[in-house]
């Protein structure tokens, strides 16, 4: 593969000082940490070159093809026990769209999905609700179960046994117990990692009164899941609060568990948008070159990683997420809407094929 260089220095002085010219941006060699930080910033004339040699990443790494997911999308229960700053999809029993699937509607929506050539079942689900809300643990014994967590194994089970979807659960923290039993019923599973900034946790912070979200926690079911050689999707959500280098430190520990144990096959850069019901909503987004820079220093840390992002949180315009690095969408659904960003509607697969080809795939 043919390498490109960019050679400036590096003058933030919030991250210090470097020559560059001594350690020239390569496709064909991993970022280091000091680089990552520098052009996660990077200024507007280094934006060209840098997003070049992403692409010269990408395309060393899988050439020609930009992949999707065709998915439909069952959220089991959107009640919750973490309250994030940015969440619309959790609610508290007897909040207005509060619910919990019944089998019939998860086999539903999953045959109904199959019918459109769906392939693949992602579970979407508030994190142990049970443990706050008596009215879970009432719901769960009318189902006959005794947990969130026992109820989506059954459902994972179901849905494998009566059609030809695939699985996908995304429960949150998991012990190595329920890696391995979720294991059995799905052939991958995700957790968002977000982000390793742990003063988000603060009262006002967007992790505030989220006991879920503590980072270590986190990393350490993604860690576990690599113990047990489960196929992981991970990521981060960027605009929350966290800082440019906040982002590389966890791009970085994603990249770390992922040498060491070789299971993330993809690593998603989620945008925050804005939303009139939420705590954030006067919290500013993450813009377009924000987007870019994250996705091209991803793509330059894990040249070997599916780098995905999803376009229907960069609509009018996603396709130019494509000049990133990016080379997969994440899932799209031609049946169910995203629950957890319902204002922002999949593109039509004829569009995103559409966009996509236009971009040269």
């Known amino acids: 593969m043919q390498s490109s260089q960019l050679l400036v220095e590096r003058n933030n002085p919030a991250l ?19 680089a990552a930080c520098h052009f996660i910033c990077a200024a507007d004339d280094e934006l060209p070159e840098l997003l ?24 089991l229960t959107n009640l919750c026990r973490d309250y994030c700053g940015y969440c619309t999809f959790r609610r508290d029993p007897g909040q207005p769209g509060a ?46 179960f005794r947990s969130t967590l026992h ?20 429960p949150g923290l998991m012990s190595s117990e329920w890696i391995s039993r979720l294991a059995a019923v799905s052939p991958s599973m995700g957790l968002m990692l977000e982000t390793t900034n742990e003063s988000l946790l603060a009262t006002g912070a967007a992790h505030d009164n989220a006991p879920d979200k503590v980072p270590v926690k986190r990393l350490r079911t993604i860690e576990e899941a690599g113990k047990q050689g489960v196929p992981f999707t ?21 990249r770390d568990l992922h040498q060491q144990y070789g299971h993330i096959q993809e690593v998603i850069i989620q945008n925050f948008r804005s939303k009139p019901e939420i ?59 995203d629950f957890i960003n319902p204002e922002r509607p999949w593109p039509h697969l004829q569009q995103l094929q559409q966009r996509t080809n236009a971009k040269g795939y």
């Open 16 to 34: 210090g000082r470097h020559d560059l010219a001594s350690e020239p941006l390569r496709a064909d060699v991993p970022l280091t940490r000091e």
């Open 52 to 75: 070049a040699t992403a692409r010269l990443a990408r395309d060393g790494f899988k050439p020609g093809v930009i992949t999707y997911s065709r998915k439909v999308f069952i959220p």
């Open 99 to 144: 619910h919990t699937m019944t089998p019939d509607e998860v086999l539903g929506v999953a045959r109904a999905g199959e019918k459109l050539g769906c392939t693949e079942a992602l579970f979407s689900l508030g994190d142990k609700p049970e443990l706050i809300f008596p009215q879970m643990r009432e719901t769960l014994r009318n189902l006959g």
């Open 151 to 170: 109820y989506l194994e059954a459902m994972c089970d179901l849905v494998l046994r009566e059609t030809s979807l695939l699985p996908h659960p995304n």
């Open 234 to 254: 991970t990521g981060i959500l960027i605009g929350i609060g966290e800082s440019p280098e906040d982002r590389v430190n966890a791009l970085l520990a994603i």
């Open 279 to 337: 705590p954030m909503r006067n919290c500013a987004e993450p813009n377009r070159g924000d987007m870019l820079r994250t996705i091209a220093v991803a793509r330059l840390l894990m040249p070997d990683v599916n780098i995905q992002a999803p376009p229907n949180l960069s609509d009018p315009d996603y396709e130019t997420l494509l000049d990133a690095g990016i080379n997969d969408w994440g899932g799209v659904s031609p049946l169910t809407p």
